[in-house]
């Protein structure tokens, strides 16, 4: 006998699993409606083309493409920005700004299946377009800050780790990284966190041709950890001054929205994906056990060589993989059992015509409701209500059925009422 098993890296949603997936959707489509989001969706089959270039090369590599019958080359979507771009773009014009929409798309990579990270997942994605402002990137990061706090997360859980792209690429330039090298140094530098300072120097080196000097000056940039720090030491500095201003307004504004403890300033977020042009973040657990379970930015230059509509645009995707492991460390996961209002049981086989008519009445008032598919004693069938979760069970035996009556037992207590059986489809279920 063959024995199957799921490809490494994809899941087998059982229903426990899935009423803890359809949990977190819920949670996501409710907060990103309640912060005006609409929702979208796109095809999962994409052309290869749409992700060359424009997600970068950490994206390419992961793509699971290969030719169709029609000898086009194709991939699965990795995530969602150039859909989102394709899409919007087309109608951009039609279209009132900022434009709000949500998605929550399967996503697949040919990544090395660890920890975090497998080659399927569901990603939140919340994007606006249309709006250049630092007000956009504000009203993002405080949605995904409330989407995790819609989950019973705090500030002693999690944190927003925010950078600007435009602010690094003055900081690079100032430290004489000629502008053609800046993406292989962001590549390298985002890196930072999981590499020795000597390794990243080493690549800065003979990756980007960098000399001593400016390699120094780019490991000193990494070395201000904090906001103030960074201010100090360039706030002066022509071409960085009014990038460090645009990120104070910013911590400003998210402080005004009471979020202030979610949020912290770190250089070292750059983001791995290509089209980034400005506002970036990462959010991680506080114990810094998981991998990321959030990260966007803003990708102002995107929409343009997408679709030939020069729109700014950012957003953000966030994960169903490490937010569930951080859920569940929290003890933050609902119970999943399943629940009954119903379980409707036959005394003898005589009474199955009744079971059935009250079955589909019930059915049809709106609650959920089960039975015996084949005759079985009294008593096996309330041991499977039992196991179901059932609320109550009803009993037709052939004196009910004499009587017009049906004996309606509370699964928790064992109380039992006799009640009309023409009332009982009617009756609230407590
Ligand atoms: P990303 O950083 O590649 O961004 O992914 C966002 C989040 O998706 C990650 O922080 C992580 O939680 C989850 N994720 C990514 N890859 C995997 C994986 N292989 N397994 C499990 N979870 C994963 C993007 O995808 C951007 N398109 C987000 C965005 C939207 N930027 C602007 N709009």
């Known amino acids: 006998m063959p024995n199957f098993v799921s490809l490494p890296g994809f ?22 409606c309640r912060y005006g989001f609409e929702e979208y969706d796109g095809p999962p089959l994409e052309p290869t083309e749409l992700y060359v270039e424009k997600s970068g090369p950490e994206i390419v590599q992961q793509l699971y493409n290969f030719a169709d019958k029609g000898d086009r080359d194709v991939s699965l979507r990795p995530e969602m920005t150039p859909t989102l771009a394709r899409m919007v773009g087309a109608r951009a014009s039609a279209m009132r700004k900022p434009i709000k929409w949500f998605s929550m798309p399967q996503l697949f990579r040919y990544e090395r299946a660890q920890r975090g990270r497998l080659r399927e997942h569901f990603q939140l994605n919340l994007d606006i377009v249309g709006e250049a402002g630092v007000g956009a990137d504000i009203e993002l990061i405080a949605a995904a800050i409330d989407v995790l706090r819609a989950f019973g997360l705090t500030s002693t859980d999690f944190v927003v780790r925010i950078s600007d792209r435009r602010l690094l690429r003055a900081l690079l330039l100032h430290a004489q990284v000629p502008e053609d090298r800046l993406i292989r140094v962001y590549n390298i530098v985002d890196k930072l966190e999981r590499e020795s ?18 390699t120094d ?13 960074v201010r100090n030491a360039y706030g002066g500095t022509h071409g960085i001054g009014e990038e460090i201003a645009r990120m104070r307004e910013l911590f400003e504004g998210l402080e005004a929205f009471g979020l202030a403890d979610y949020v912290r300033f770190d250089l070292g977020i750059v983001r791995g994906l290509a089209y980034y042009t400005g506002v970036v973040f990462e959010i991680f657990d506080i114990q810094g056990e998981l991998r990321a379970i959030c990260g966007g930015g803003r990708y102002d230059d995107l929409l343009g060589l997408v679709s030939g509509s020069d729109l700014p645009a950012l957003g953000l995707g966030m994960g169903d993989v490490v937010l569930r492991e951080l859920l569940a460390g929290r003890g933050l996961l609902p119970a999943t059992d399943r629940l009954l209002d119903y379980y409707v049981v036959a005394v003898t086989p005589d009474e199955r015509p009744d079971v059935l008519r009250l079955v589909h009445c019930l059915r049809e008032a709106g609650h959920s409701v089960d039975y015996a598919l084949r005759h079985q004693g009294v008593g096996k069938q309330l041991k499977s209500a039992s196991a179901l979760n059932a609320t109550r069970a009803i009993i037709i035996g052939p004196d009910e059925v004499a009587d017009g009556v049906v004996v309606v037992r509370t699964m928790t207590s064992g109380e039992e009422e006799r009640v009309p059986m023409d009332g009982v489809a009617v009756t609230e279920v407590g």
């Open 11 to 32: 899941r087998d949603f059982y229903p426990g699993d899935l009423a803890v997936r359809k949990h977190i959707m819920t949670v996501w489509r409710e907060v990103a």
């Open 197 to 214: 300072r000597e390794s990243v120097a080493e690549r800065l080196g003979e990756e980007v041709g960098l000399g001593e000097a400016a």
């Open 217 to 229: 000056e780019v490991l000193a940039i990494f070395g201000h950890r904090d906001f103030e720090a």
